[in-house]
């Protein structure tokens, strides 16, 4: 092994090692601790997700709810045209009949 090998194979032990002992040493609470508090984080996170899906499929329902009122209102009011329609003409063909 060369001078810089085993020079830099110590380094990174000695710095992994300092590492580690900082970390405890800093640590601002225990492993079980922090666990329990990152598993209660995602549980809140999980039931604030299923909370906003349920709302989103709820406004989503409304809104197709509300295209298909707009929808038969649409076709109603067709419809209600057309038949304006079939009686102007029903009227003007009665008018030209009477006219011959």
């Given at each position: 092994m060369?001078?810089?090998?085993?020079?830099?194979?110590?380094?990174?032990?000695?710095?992994?090692?300092?590492?580690?002992g900082?970390?405890?040493?800093?640590?601002?609470d225990?492993?079980?601790?922090?666990?329990?508090?990152?598993?209660?984080?995602?549980?809140?996170y999980?039931?604030?997700?299923?909370?906003?899906?349920n709302?989103?499929?709820?406004?989503?329902?409304?809104?197709?709810?509300?295209?298909?009122?707009?929808?038969?209102?649409?076709?109603?009011?067709?419809?209600?045209?057309a038949?304006?329609?079939?009686?102007?003409?029903?009227?003007?063909?009665?008018?030209?009949?009477?006219?011959?």
């Open positions: 060369s001078r810089t090998t085993k020079n830099f194979t110590i380094g990174l032990f000695s710095g992994a090692v300092i590492g580690a900082l970390a405890l040493l800093f640590a601002p225990t492993g079980s601790n922090t666990r329990d508090m990152i598993s209660y984080r995602l549980g809140k999980k039931s604030d997700l299923r909370d906003l899906i709302e989103l499929k709820k406004e989503k329902e409304k809104m197709i709810s509300d295209a298909k009122k707009k929808g038969d209102e649409v076709v109603l009011d067709a419809k209600q045209r038949d304006d329609l079939i009686r102007e003409a029903e009227d003007l063909l009665d008018n030209i009949e009477k006219t011959k």
